[in-house]
């Protein structure tokens, strides 16, 4: 019924249009006439019947026209009602901005991701939604857009009307209207989720899942970049290997449950007794890492502040841990290397500090160590034998391996 009611409406309003056509045609017409009258007496019965005939043929074609014109809007209206209905349905937000980023149009997924409806969102700059964080980002993306002219993609957070925020991936192309102003279209979708088991993966990479502390490879990744940039400021830096004295003890009395929880308080511990621009990591089992940065350019002073970390470490151990109803004590050795400009790679640092480390339980546990000349002698000699000890089962296996030239 409203179907029929909408062809209706259609067709009076194209009535309407050739009534007004009409009119104009005959005030024309009208004109014409004045300007050079036609003696219609003068004209033949023939010629009369044959002007009638044209007249009758082209108002046919006229009738036939208007008819397919009618036809072709409702099919053009029916197309117009499917477009907005899926522009309106897709899974995604779509946006159409302004050359200055202003939002002209939305759909309704758009509206909902944003928490806002479609017109209040018109008007408004599509940087009122992004995270402050975000806004440089998004304002690279754009310019890049406009500079190469082809699409580009981001991820961006995303804040609400409502306050509430999420992961926004966004797909972005521009082009120029009917004006020959550019215009930005924009394809919105909440990438949350997919952002989410992204930086759940990465945090297993690089993350201890106990502690929630960086990693091996992370450490290793970090100390990298630290020995660059000591080399280019000149300021010295030191790696601290603790080790914690005697907790196999807690594992095999109490449990690894036990052992987990006093792991989990000592990192919380050691966080607290790092700088800001420190990085605290754990290697595996009861080991932890503390890398130090910019430490003063003088050897001893830097020795100094290393120190001064190191005792409030030692000083945090003193405290008793409270593991549920048990209260446990422990306490650890501490090895520490100073790397400078210039310095041998990032594994020796490791290993000096692993050596300085041995050398504090040595010397009774609970000790504090720096890496030195001397020590760095023994480490040497202590790998060179390890060396020899591996060349020599190899040359063993080969031996083994080769026939027998005696017989």
């Known amino acids: 019924m409203s179907k029929k009611k909408n062809i209706t409406s259609t067709k009076l309003a194209l009535s309407k249009e050739n009534k007004l056509l009409r009119e104009k045609a005959e005030l ?22 044959g002007m009638i005939h044209e007249l009758s043929v082209f108002q046919i074609e006229l009738e036939i026209q208007n008819e397919n014109l009618l036809t072709a809007y409702d099919q053009l209206e029916v197309s117009r009602k499917r477009y907005i209905q899926l522009y309106n349905l897709a899974p995604v937000g779509y946006f159409s901005l302004s050359n200055n980023g202003i939002i002209l149009e939305a759909n309704n997924t758009g509206s909902k991701l944003l928490a806002c409806t479609v017109a209040m969102l018109q008007q408004l700059p599509f940087t009122k939604f992004i995270a402050r964080e975000d806004t440089d980002k998004f304002y690279i993306f754009c310019k890049e857009i406009i500079n190469t002219m082809q699409p580009q993609v981001c991820e961006l957070k995303i804040n609400r009307h409502n306050n509430t925020s999420f992961w926004g991936y966004l797909v972005a192309a521009s082009t120029v209207d009917e004006h020959g102003e550019q215009i930005l279209f924009l394809v919105l979708n909440d990438a949350t989720e997919l952002h989410n088991h992204v930086d759940a993966i990465s945090r297993l990479a690089f993350f201890d899942p106990l502690t929630g502390l960086p990693n091996r490879r992370l450490l290793l990744d970090r100390l990298n970049h630290a020995v660059i940039s000591a080399d280019r400021n000149g300021k010295l830096g030191a790696v601290m290997m603790l080790d914690l004295d005697n907790f196999k003890q807690l594992n095999d009395t109490r449990g690894h449950a036990d052992g987990d929880m006093l792991l989990q308080q000592i990192a919380i511990r050691l966080q607290n007794c790092v700088r800001k621009n420190d990085s605290l990591a754990r290697l595996g089992g009861d080991e932890f890492v503390i890398l130090l940065e910019g430490l003063s350019e003088n050897v001893a002073e830097a020795k100094t502040e290393a120190m001064h970390i190191a005792n409030k470490i030692q000083h945090q151990f003193s405290l008793s841990f409270k593991l549920g109803d048990y209260t446990h004590h422990i306490t650890a050795s501490i090895g520490i290397t100073i790397f400078m400009q210039d310095t041998e790679n990032v594994d020796n640092l490791l290993k000096n500090s692993d050596a300085a480390m041995y050398q504090a339980k040595a010397a009774g546990r609970n000790k504090i160590r720096f890496f030195d000349t001397p020590m760095q002698t023994i480490t040497e000699a202590h790998s060179q034998i390890e060396k020899d000890r591996l060349f020599a089962q190899e040359a063993k296996k080969i031996r083994a391996a080769l026939p027998d030239s005696t017989g």
Request: proline share 5%; net charge positive.
């Open 28 to 49: 024309i017409a009208s004109r014409k006439m004045l300007a050079k009258p036609v003696d219609v007496s003068q004209l033949s019965s023939e010629k009369i019947e």
